[in-house]
């Protein structure tokens, strides 16, 4: 029997609880975490060190009885450190694959932008086909297989910024900030965090289950005509040097399905459209030299295209 909106409503409850029990402040990304995860996204994370970004996949991974592997990106790390690699056995005097710690369901990426572009490389495959192919030999990696990277914004010494091709491949970029300054007093009373103590909360039975109840989410034409108009805007925009792509449309669409759904809703409003616009797209547009000279962001960019940008009624 398939599972009711109401089902599906009460075990995102339960998700937020038990991470929430660990990851006290960050509300709203546990929320876009959790949205990202249900639209089956990718997620990169990017904040000051110290703001549970690394403890809050591993919550993730607990709660949603995942297999969670996690990778220090580094400037001598690898290819094959991530995916794997072949080595001639002489006992038995033949290759035998030895996976890497990309073979997992959530993959933390740690300080992704400090591998150099053939190791951040390695993931474009998995990331946008959810396989691998080594020495020639393609391997599945599961429907469940997902990617939560980190990087840190203030350091910029030995880092490579991702490509653009890898960034379109990353449903959110979130910027993640510190607490309040209650949500810290409640930090330290609360002494280490411990994602040993998250219980199992979802299994994969239900997150198909529920990756399945959020792809029949109806988007009726005018909101999927209302997405359209907002990615091809950014391709038109003043300020903008390269808009989003087609991609980018299908992302957002994918969110939108989501957030409906963890609304208790079968059909997506343009209010969910505007809530996700930025941060689905934030990483997807290079701006150009006007914006730079004017210190604009990308997020005002695009709220700027999205207050121009009429709504549907």
């Known amino acids: 029997m398939a599972m009711t909106l109401d089902e599906f409503r009460s075990l995102a409850a339960r ?27 990718h997620v990169l994370l990017e904040g000051p060190p110290g703001t549970a970004k690394t403890l809050l996949a591993q919550c993730f991974g607990r709660a949603a009885s995942l297999a969670f592997g996690r990778v220090q990106f580094t400037p001598d790390l690898m290819p094959g450190d991530v995916i794997g690699v072949n080595l001639f056995n002489f006992q038995t005097n033949a290759f035998t694959l030895t996976r890497g710690p990309i073979f997992t369901d959530i993959l933390l990426a740690d300080e992704i932008n400090r591998a150099p572009p053939k190791t951040q490389a390695a ?23 997902c990617v939560i990277a980190t990087q840190n914004p203030i350091e910029s010494h030995g880092t490579y910024p991702l490509p653009e091709a890898q960034l379109d491949r990353f449903l959110f970029k979130l910027l993640v900030d510190f607490p309040d300054k209650a949500a810290e007093v409640a930090i330290l009373t609360a002494g280490p965090a411990n994602p040993g103590t ?63 759904a963890l609304e208790g809703r079968d059909y997506g409003l343009p209010d969910d459209v505007q809530r996700l616009f930025v941060p689905t797209l934030r990483h997807r547009i290079v701006l150009g030299p006007t914006a730079e000279i004017e210190g604009r962001s990308a997020d005002d960019v695009l709220t700027t295209i999205l207050n121009r940008q009429d709504a549907p009624r």
């Open 15 to 41: 998700l937020r609880s038990a991470i929430g029990g660990v990851i006290q402040g960050q509300e709203a990304l546990i929320d876009a975490v959790l949205t990202a995860i249900f639209a089956r996204g």
């Open 123 to 145: 993931l474009l495959q998995a990331m946008n086909e959810r396989e691998v192919t080594i020495d020639g030999v393609t391997h599945p990696l599961g429907p469940n297989f």
């Open 198 to 260: 998250i219980p199992p909360v979802l299994s994969a039975e239900a997150l198909a289950e529920g990756h399945a109840l959020v792809g029949a989410i109806r988007l009726d034409a005018t909101i999927l005509t209302y997405i359209v108009e907002l990615i091809r805007a950014t391709r038109s925009d003043a300020e903008v040097l390269h808009g989003a792509s087609t991609r980018a449309a299908a992302a957002l669409a994918g969110a939108v399905r989501a957030r409906a």
